[in-house]
């Protein structure tokens, strides 16, 4: 049986049973048998099908987990001693579970481990004994389709799972946000971590990020399906633009409140607290262009949220792919989140013939774009945008086409 990393892609898409199999055979070899069990555990990247930078300005989002997932093969040690190695991506680290961990950068990916681990022990759980932990993903990395969250939330559920933790799905959610504000210094909303710990399959998730509340949506495409297209544009979100525009937003937020002091009128708790008529009303006080934009996005992008919600339990699929072009037009214009890259995905996805509509999807800055495209168009879609950006871009892009997955669980 082979245990390469081609090898577990393969059965990941075709048999699970395999999977564990060669997955717990590459354990094994790696870190030795013992008498304690090797436990396995799966979780999935995501699509953000609309809603777009608002899950940090108290906005409604409308994600959905595909069928790429991370797994994660775990066993418990009788000593203190915590190991991390990952199959795409070898290279054994090794800490103690009694350590106070601190973010450093040689310890790469493992910061957002050691950073659940740190916030799971501030919650008041103890940890007597290690563990052996090896990834093995089948998401890109630091693609756009969430990787990062993934992982965490991975992670927490298992360790969850295997010390009798009980931490439930919105939980492993805030703790896997928290790790990333606290650890990677990545001011995220909740949107990613909320879909990956708690997705059904065949639904999207309508999140409203103010209170949590939620519902699934079921993702009822027809004959039409969901196709990621990624840049293969390499960004990391500490180093992107991404809490700059967190920031803009929190200045948008004291600038229309302040504005509202003065009217004598109650303050919002968040930019998309405003309606279009509020924000039309208001927009006269905000004298930063820049701001201003930042602030019309949010709240059209909110707005947009609600119909697309509505067109596709209306089973109005062609005006959903319009309000995700007028999202991907927002995102461009007045969030400037794009860039060439994103922007000549979106622009040849459009052209193309069975195409609904095409947007950016999660933080953008490279990373990937989704486009609304019909079965049958696959490979004629993939031949035509693939050129096109090919031609314009210098590189290759790559493509998907992606089915719903389910949240975090055991396997
Ligand atoms: C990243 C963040 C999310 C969200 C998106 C943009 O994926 O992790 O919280 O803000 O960007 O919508």
Redesign the pocket.
Known sequence: MKTDYTALVAYAETDISLLKKAFGTLFESKYGTSDEEIHFYAAPARI?IIG??I??NGGKVFPAAIDKYIYLALRRRTDATVKYDDVRFPGEFSFSITDNFTYKKENDYCNYLNGILTILKDRGFTFETGFEALFFSCIPAGGGI?SS?ALECCFAYAVSDLYGLGIDGVEIAKIGQESEHRFMNVN?????QFIIATAKKETAILLDCATLEYQYVPLKLGDYRFVVMNTNKKRQ?SDSK?NERVSECKIGLGVINAKLTSLGKKTVPDLCSLSSQDFAELQDSVKDPIILKRIRHCVTENERVYKAVAALKAGALADLGVLMNASHDSLRNDYETTGIELDTLHEEANKTAGCLGSRVT??GFGGCAIALIHKDGYNDFVKKVGAAYKDKIGYEATFFECGTGGGAHSI
């Open positions: 953000n777009e930078h899950d940090y969430s969250s995220c909303g909740i949107m990613d979100l991404y999660g933080a």
